[in-house]
């Protein structure tokens, strides 16, 4: 720990650091109601050897407000895409992403959704080669090459038929 001349307390780490944004936007479409049209959510994850996480990425609404915060940040390519799952909320700004970055991998739980959103993406994935790798729980994603950088999958259980289904209709 140090100290500034305010007593502010810094702790210096030595240790690669991971930064992580959670960027908003905001859109409004009527001054009185001050109602937002873009929602849903999305994180970024700068890794320790400057790799680039995307989970998750708003509306479709959002697509060139996430390529302009990326860009600031000096991404040119996003080595890890991950779908939490494929409402438009979610995934929308995805297919924008997809034609603007390099990706390395995409990510999802595996479930379909018919929903234009989940459309858009799978053409957009489609379009650049792009294989869906299905994340389940147990599985581990090894982020640096040292194994000092790991997410683990909680959730979702490997998904049946059955219940594939009932998660569409729901």
């Known amino acids: 720990k140090s100290y ?12 690669p650091v991971l930064k992580i944004y959670f960027p908003q936007f905001g859109l409004y479409n009527d001054e009185q109601t001050k109602e937002n049209i873009i929602g849903g959510d999305g994180i970024v994850i700068i890794l320790p050897d400057e790799k680039c996480i995307v989970i998750d990425s708003f509306d479709p609404e959002a697509s060139y407000d996430m390529v302009c915060f990326l860009e600031k940040l ?5 080595d890890y895409l991950i779908a939490s799952h494929y409402h438009a909320d979610h995934v929308g700004s995805m297919p924008g992403l997809i034609k603007y970055f390099d990706i390395g991998k995409f990510y999802s739980n595996g479930a379909d959704f018919s929903t ?27 982020l640096l090459t040292d194994d000092d950088c790991k997410i683990e999958v909680l959730w979702p259980k490997e998904f049946t038929k059955k219940e594939l289904d009932e998660i569409y209709w729901r």
């Open 74 to 78: 000096g991404i040119r390519k996003i």
């Open 4 to 15: 500034d001349k305010l007593n502010r307390t810094f702790i210096t780490l030595n240790e």
């Open 116 to 142: 234009k959103a989940c459309f858009l993406l799978i053409d957009a994935l489609y379009e650049k080669n792009l294989e869906i790798n299905v994340l389940k729980q147990g599985d581990i994603l090894n």
